[in-house]
Nanobody
Framework: QVQLVESGGALVQPGGSLTLSCVGS????????MSWYRQAPGMEREFVAT????????NVAESVKGRFTISRDNAKNTLYLQMNNLKPEDTAVYYC????????WGQGTQVTVSS
């Protein structure tokens, strides 16, 4: 059974940093592209970043470029999202995603950026 479990969300002040983690199980983690998405209240879910199976190719949304970094540790079956210089508009539930035969999503982790 495929499982994606996010953690690391918190309340943080503007300009602060946070690292999210997503642990995958029930599939061969190292074979799949992995991605982060987010969904703010009243908004559609949007793409944040993606990384290929080896970690050699990464893409991030323009809105977070230069502030967010996606990475992975295949030995630990873990995907990361390092978020720096956080802004109030980054407030959202952040989801881990992979297409493993079908769309697979984690339960999400809440990030709130507020003073």
């Amino acid at each position: 059974q495929v499982q994606l479990v996010e953690s690391g969300g918190a309340l943080v002040q503007p300009g602060g940093s946070l690292t999210l983690s997503c642990v995958g199980s029930g599939f061969t983690f190292s074979r799949y592209f992995m991605s982060w998405y987010r969904q703010a209240p009243g908004m559609e879910r949007e793409f944040v970043a993606t990384i290929d199976s080896t970690g050699g190719t990464k893409n991030v949304a323009e809105s977070v470029k230069g502030r967010f970094t996606i990475s992975r540790d295949n030995a630990k079956n873990t995907l990361y999202l390092q978020m720096n210089n956080l802004k109030p508009e980054d407030t959202a539930v952040y989801y881990c995603y992979a297409r493993i035969g079908h769309d697979s999503w984690g339960q999400g982790t809440q990030v709130t950026v507020s003073s």
